[in-house]
């Protein structure tokens, strides 16, 4: 079955602080990767997405990722941290055969002042 | 542009009971996906509907059913609740146009069984 994994329940850093939340992939064939973000008592926001093309994405709020076919991984990369970048973070993947989503169980990230 | 929108924001229910939920997907979109997020964990996909027929599937049971109108927008439907159907059942829309690209989620309508 095809999934992606978030291996880590959450990630603290410090504010200005670089940050990488983790995912790697188990996907037959080209993976369609997607990052989302949720806020409390919010809907998912997407991020960014690698579909082909270079291994590093640029995506909103400063977000990039990057993919590593050797290694199986798409991690969520900021330069800097911000306190208002705290939200949940989903991993997902895009079967594109029936243009669905499997999400990973999900990523808190918590930006300390 | 409005997004996408769902109504109601959040329901209470009892076991036994039914209960309906609806979305509309963001302007020039015509694909509605239905996902069900428990808590703590990522999103389910429920299933997709596309030129108004049920198109996708996820694992979920029968008791889901759901149905998409002529103007995009789409209703899911869930008999029999269980306690265990307690989930933020969230929206997406997206184009059927095109490569696979990003879903638009609403912000989810949160659904208590008691």
């Known amino acids: 079955a095809q999934s992606v994994a978030q291996p880590e329940d959450q990630v603290n850093v410090a504010e200005g602080n670089p940050l990488t939340v983790k995912c790697t992939y188990s996907?037959?064939?080209?993976?369609?990767l997607f990052w989302y973000v949720q806020y409390p008592n919010r809907g998912l926001q997407f991020l960014l997405k690698?579909?082909?093309?270079?291994?590093l994405v640029k995506g909103s709020y400063g977000f990039e990722a990057e993919f590593n076919k050797s290694q199986t991984s798409f991690h969520l990369k900021k330069p800097s941290a911000l306190v208002s970048d705290s939200a949940l973070y989903f991993c997902a993947h895009m079967d594109t055969g029936r243009r669905a989503l499997t999400f990973g169980s999900g990523t808190r990230l918590q930006v300390q002042p | 542009d409005a997004g996408v929108t769902q109504s109601p924001t959040h329901l209470i229910k009892t076991r036994g009971q039914q209960v309906t939920l609806r979305c509309s997907p963001k302007s020039g979109h015509d694909t509605v996906s239905w996902y069900q997020q428990a808590l703590g964990q990522g999103p389910q996909f429920i299933f997709q509907?596309?030129?108004?027929?049920?198109?996708q599937r996820g694992n979920f049971p029968d008791r889901f059913s759901g149905h998409q109108f002529p103007n995009y927008s789409s209703e899911l439907n869930v008999n029999a609740l269980l306690l265990g159907d307690s989930a933020l059942y969230l929206c997406a829309s997206s184009s059927q146009a095109g490569t696979a690209g990003e879903q638009f989620f609403g912000p989810g309508t949160r659904l208590t069984v008691l």
């Open positions: 509907y596309y030129e108004e027929e049920e198109r």
């Open positions: 996907v037959s064939g080209n993976p369609y």
């Open positions: 690698y579909i082909t093309g270079d291994n």
